[in-house]
């Protein structure tokens, strides 16, 4: 059975960092492109950043440029999420997903393009 465990989230002050992982199980990350989402409430959910199937290509939202970093590990089957700078507006529940894809390149923050998830983590930025 396919399965998504994110982890590493939690409460922060601002300016701080966390590293959030995503442990798949069930089946092979390298099959498959592997975004980061959030959602915070009250809002609708956004798309942080995107690996590709072969790593070579990563996708973030301007909201996070320069301040986030996606990587991915094949062997050990779990893709990370560095962030680093963090601000209040971060505070969301973070989720990822993965689709399987022929494409080693593709990347993309829809949503929709995105088949399997996690349950999230909770990040909270505050003083």
């Known amino acids: 059975q396919l399965q998504l465990v994110e982890s590493g989230g939690g409460l922060v002050q601002p300016g701080g960092s966390l590293r959030l992982s995503c442990a798949a199980s069930?089946?092979?990350?390298?099959?498959?492109?592997i975004g980061w989402f959030r959602q915070a409430p009250g809002k609708e959910r956004e798309g942080v950043s995107c690996?590709?199937?072969?790593?070579?290509?990563?996708v973030y939202a301007d909201s996070v440029k320069g301040r986030f970093t996606i990587s991915r590990d094949n062997a050990k089957n779990t893709v990370y999420l560095q962030m680093n700078n963090l601000k209040p507006e971060d505070t969301a529940a973070y989720y990822c997903?993965?689709?399987?894809?022929?494409?080693?390149?593709?990347?993309?923050?829809?949503?929709?393009?995105?088949?399997?998830w996690g349950r999230g983590t909770q990040i909270t930025v505050s003083s």
């Open positions: 690996i590709s199937r072969d790593g070579s290509r990563t």
């Open positions: 997903a993965a689709s399987p894809t022929p494409n080693v390149v593709y990347t993309t923050l829809s949503s929709r393009d995105f088949a399997s």
């Open positions: 069930g089946f092979s990350v390298d099959n498959y492109r």
